[in-house]
Each structure stands twice: as C-alpha cells, then as structure tokens.
C-alpha cells in the first residue's frame, strides 16, 4: 500500500543500523574498485554505438547467461522477494518456479531466433517493423517511463545501504548511490554492465548462502523454522507454495491458483521475460543466434534455485527478528518503524559478523547496482535509437549517437532519483513492481504474441491494443486503491494483468478486422508461420556444436527440473 513516506525517522534511517568496521569497509571499497576498473577497461572497447548499446555483438552464451540473470537479481529480487517471503511465505517461490522459469524457456526456444535473427537493436525496433511507428513510438515511451521507475526501485534501496552504514540524509545517499551506477554505466556501457553483472551475480550469492545457512541454524533448522511459521501469522499456509491465497488476495482456493497461473504465470511472467528489453538485450549480446537462444536458458537455472537464498531469509526474519516479527503479528502496522523491506538488513544486523558482514553489503550492494545498470542500460537504447533517432534528431554520424547514448545514461539516473522517492512509500516493494508490470508488460505481451503468430494483426491493432490494455490496467488499480475491488495481498496486479491482456487481444483483434494489414512480403522474420524454418534454427558446428550447446535439450532438462520442484514443495 502506498503510504507517500520517506521517513528518516526509520530504524533503517537511524545511521549505524549495521556495525560495520573497518575490515568491511575495506571489502566494499575493493568491490566498488573492481566495479570502476571493468567500467574503464570496458570504456577502450567501445568506438561504435553497436559496441556501447549491445556489446558488438560478441560475448559468449555463459557471460550473457549469467548476466542475464544478474540484471534481473536486484531489489525486485533480494529485496522485494525477501519481503515477500517474510509477509507471504512460501507461495512466493511461484515468482520463480511459475512467473520465471517457464518464459525464459520459452524466450529462448521461440522468441529469440526472431530477436536475433532481424538484428534489431531494441525490442521497439521490432515494433517499428512489424506494426509501424504508431506502436513503436507507445512501446517506445512507455518502456523508457517503466525502466525509470523501476531504476528508482533499486536506486532507493542503494541509498538505503548507504545511509545505514554511514547514517548520511537518505537524499544525500541517493546521489551518492546514482553516481557510482552512472560512473561505470556511461563509461563503457552494455559490455560494462554485463561484466560488472557477472561479477555481481557471484558476489551476491556468497553474500545470500551463508546468511542462509546462519539464519537457518539460528532458528532451529528446517523443522525449526517450520514450527515457528506454522506458529505465527498466516500459519501453516505460508509452508506451501500451493493454492497461495494469502498472496493473490482470493479466498477461493481455486481462483488463487487460476489468479496465479493465469495472471502471474502468463500474462505477467511471459509479458516480463520475453518482452522486456532489459532482458532480452543481454541475449542479443551474444555472438551467435545459439548462443542468444541459450542465454536465458543458461540464466533459468540458477534462477530456479534463487528463491531458497533470498525467500528462506525473509521467512527466518518474520520468525526471528522481534521487531519485524511484532509488525507481522499485528498486521504490517506496527513493529517499531521496520516493515517487510527491511527483512535482509534485519537479519544481517543480528546474524553476521564483522567480515562475513562486508561481504553481504557488497552482495547487497552488487544486486542494487546490477538492477539499476540494467534500467539504465536499456533505457539508454531505447530512448537514443528508438525515440531520438527515429523521431527527433535523424540520419547523424554514428558517433553523434554513441555521445547522446552516454548523455541519456545521465539524464535518465537524475529522473531516477526523483522516482526514487516514489519507491518510498511502498512497505513491500513487490506491490510496486508488479503494479509496474501489469501497466507495461501485460498489454505488450499480448500485442506481441498476437502479431507473432497471426499475419492478419495490423499496424492499427498495434498501437491501439497497447494503449486500451495499459488503461485497462491502470483502472484496475484504481478500482482497487478506492476500494471498489477488495483485492488485498497482489491480487490487483494479477487481476490488472489478466485484464489488461485480455482487453488488449479483444481490440487487437477487432481493429484488425476493420483495418488493412501489411502486405504479406514484408512480415518474413517478423510473423512465425511466415518465416523460413532454416531461418529459425539455430547452427550446430563450430562453436555452437555440442549436445550440450542444443538449446532444446538444455530447455528440456530445466522444464524437468521445474516441474520436479512445484511437486515437492506442493
């Protein structure tokens, strides 16, 4: 629930809520020095603004794999998702097991070949193809506004960190925290992030595992901590992933799980991993199509295993840190100035000590930065190439856009520090981002996937079918904050999911019917039934030969893997 608050007045705002030393404060400035010196060393690669916006198109399947995940490994992540684990429990493994790792399977066995292999530089860009510059300019516009938002997310949870080490103003931090992300960002751009993204990615799990493990020794172990869920709030529905009520708002049973797989596993989830462009342009990074295809299917591994080190945390906290255990109890109201976002910071303050503590920060303090670069990253693409190039400033020198590229990189962390303090007024982020998701993502997915599969969509359905579904959504939410829909939990931005895709097809469709589609000829690599298999498949020699390279059977052996966990925490 919104609450229109930064409050300094928080114990995460009191200065000094971590007892880091100077042994911890050495660790995080070797991180923050390793952090700069991929930025410069990334900086000497980039002379084109192929090379600033996607790498040159030449990194290897595992770094843009890894990557891919890193970049989507921030507040929504550890921060977001630990919050959801200390508030709902275990139903929010679903964000992983059913609102991830299937889209990315699919993104990477069907979407990719047709992002790869038109060579477009930006999701809009294949809007721009396939339905014209209507849709294209909506796309293009409402991603820059949604990574924006999102970019002040991971920027206010940055600047969290800072001001509980060194108990500077949270607006003072917020700056601080901008410049850091903006320094490495603009100096070498999407091959910067990338690599920084790497490095992040194992930074943070060595920061998540042992506070894990300690967390889970402190509270008893397993069957502790079983007891002490089953004990609290919620009870003993927050142990299973399965119908998940408490989470989608529904009392229903069988509306939760249609609420989930329908409104969270499709629409949300695929409208997120195969059309966001923070995403996708990590795959497109790559130096092969096989490789692009195998990224996300590379990234879906580690990703269904996440949740046991970011929302275990959360549900040792709710059990185990008082004064988030008095907030859970009397219904996310009290608690003595801590809520649900607060769950990681709370249990490093009790569980680690100094040294081990230092490492968590930079695990904590790589997943913001990874989050934030990412927005920043994308936004920068889209809005030079999509947005200035194709309608403000056309036909200059390559150069020309390569200097624009790394001005936007500036414009956009300074309009991420003021959405910073929307951020701030959320007690569990994850309402604000799925909120965000079901604005942006659910009428793009819809769109996206109707015109892939059905040539008869046209360039009027495009445009119209993305701007009706996001009002749809929004309205939604409306309906829910006055209080018409009784929606509690994240049941509104499913809700606003699902409607928003629904409403989306509905017109889509309708306004193909009365409009004239785009001759046939020009929807080769754009529409699936009309593009040459050979074009779609990836090659199997080289650097890409190997069973272990195919991305179908790597697909397989994860779907597998999926299915065998939603059995055993059922």
Not at 37 to 50: C, D, E, F, K, W
């Amino acid at each position: 629930m919104f609450t229109g608050r930064w409050d300094s007045t928080q114990v995460l705002a009191q200065g000094q809520l971590l007892d880091a030393n100077a042994v911890d404060f050495a660790l995080l400035a070797l991180y923050f020095a390793f952090v700069l010196g991929i930025g410069y060393l990334a900086r000497r690669a980039v002379s084109t603004s192929l090379d600033f916006f996607l790498s040159g198109r030449a990194l290897p399947a595992w770094v843009t794999g890894l990557a891919f995940i890193s970049a989507n490994l921030g507040a929504i992540e550890i921060i977001g998702m630990s919050a959801n684990g200390a508030e709902y429990g275990m139903p929010t493994m679903h964000y992983f097991w059913i609102g991830a790792v299937p889209a990315m399977l699919f993104l990477g066995v069907v979407m990719m070949p047709f992002y790869y292999g038109s060579k477009v530089r930006s999701v809009p860009e294949f809007m721009l193809r396939r339905f014209g510059k209507a849709a294209h300019l909506v796309n293009g516009i409402s991603f820059a506004v949604a990574q924006i938002l999102i970019a002040g997310v991971n920027l206010y949870l940055l600047a969290s960190i800072v001001n509980a080490l060194l108990g500077w103003p949270l607006w003072l931090s917020v700056l601080l925290a901008a410049a850091i992300v903006l320094s490495y960002t603009a100096l070498g751009g999407l091959s910067a992030a990338i690599y920084n993204e790497v490095l992040q990615f194992f930074v943070i799990v060595a920061a998540l595992l042992p506070l894990t493990i300690v967390g889970l020794v402190k509270v008893g172990g397993v069957q502790g901590l079983v007891a002490k869920v089953s004990a609290g709030p919620g009870g003993a529905e927050q142990l299973s992933a399965w119908p998940g009520t408490q989470l989608t708002g529904f009392d229903n049973s069988v509306l939760s799980v249609v609420g989930l797989v329908f409104g969270l596993g499709f629409v949300l989830s695929f409208g997120y991993w195969t059309t966001n462009f923070v995403e996708v342009q990590r795959a497109m990074a790559s130096k092969s199509m096989s490789a692009a295809q195998r990224t996300p299917i590379i990234g879906s591994f580690p990703k269904m295993f996440i949740p046991f080190i970011v929302i275990i945390p959360g549900m040792i906290a709710a059990v185990l840190i008082p004064e988030l255990a008095a907030y859970k109890q009397a219904g996310g109201t009290g608690g003595g100035g801590v809520d649900y976002n607060d769950a990681i910071l709370l249990l490093m303050r009790d569980l680690l000590p100094n040294g081990i503590l230092g490492i968590a920060l930079a695990g904590l303090l790589a997943s913001f930065m990874a989050g934030m670069a990412a927005n920043l990253s994308s936004f920068n693409t889209v809005f030079t190439y999509d947005i200035w190039q194709s309608y403000v400033v056309r036909d200059r020198a390559d150069g020309y856009y390569l200097r624009m590229g790394r001005w936007v990189t500036v414009g956009a962390t300074l309009a991420a520090v003021g959405t910073a303090f929307i951020a701030a007024g959320y007690s569990n982020l994850m309402d604000y981002l799925q909120q965000l998701f079901s604005f942006f993502n659910a009428p793009l997915f819809a769109t996206f996937i109707l015109g892939m599969f059905w040539k008869r969509m046209t360039p009027h359905a495009g445009w119209a079918g993305l701007v009706l579904g996001t009002v749809s959504a929004v309205a939604v939410f409306g309906l829910s904050e006055s209080g018409v829909l009784d929606l509690p939990g994240q049941g509104a931005s499913f809700v606003g999911a699902g409607v928003a895709f629904v409403v989306d097809i509905v017109v889509s469709v309708v306004v193909s019917l009365a409009t004239r589609p785009k001759p046939v000829a020009e929807l080769a690599g754009l529409v699936y039934s009309l593009t040459p298999r050979a074009s779609r498949q990836a090659a199997t020699s080289g650097e890409d030969a190997g069973w272990y390279r195919r991305p179908g059977l790597l697909a397989g052996i994860a779907l597998v893997l999926i299915i065998a966990l939603n059995i055993v925490f059922a």
